[in-house]
Nanobody, 124 residues
Framework: QVQLVESGGGLVQAGDSLRLSCAAS????????MAWFRQAPGKEREFVAT?????????YYAGSVKGRFTISRDNAKNTVYLQMNSLKPEDTAVYYC????????????????WGQGTQVTVSS
């Protein structure tokens, strides 16, 4: 059974940093791409970042977070991270971890497995 468990969300002020974690277990292959999405109230789920499982340099970011957020992973721990710096109130959302076989895709429909989400709230 595949499980993706996010953690690290919370309430911070604008300009602060947070690091989200996603612990993965039960994935049938080590070649899964991992991604972060977010969903704010009343809005559609939005792509944030993705990383190929095989190389830490194969990453792709949404324009709204590029330069502020960094996706990385620890293969030994089967964990993916999202380092979020210079947070803005518009970054407030539930953040979801996802896994899929298609690399470098921002389409949520291409991801097979999803976590339960972790809330990030940025106050101004």
């Amino acid at each position: 059974q595949v499980q993706l468990v996010e953690s690290g969300g919370g309430l911070v002020q604008a300009g602060d940093s947070l690091r989200l974690s996603c612990a993965a277990s039960g994935l049938p292959s080590s070649r899964y791409a991992m991604a972060w999405f977010r969903q704010a109230p009343g809005k559609e789920r939005e792509f944030v970042a993705t990383s190929s499982w095989s190389s830490s340099t194969n990453t792709y970011y949404a324009g709204s977070v590029k330069g502020r957020f960094t996706i990385s992973r620890d293969n030994a721990k089967n964990t993916v991270y999202l380092q979020m710096n210079s947070l803005k109130p518009e970054d407030t959302a539930v953040y979801y971890c996802a896994a899929g076989e298609i690399r470098y895709t921002a389409n949520p429909g291409d991801y097979v497995y999803w976590g339960q989400g972790t809330q990030v709230t940025v106050s101004s």
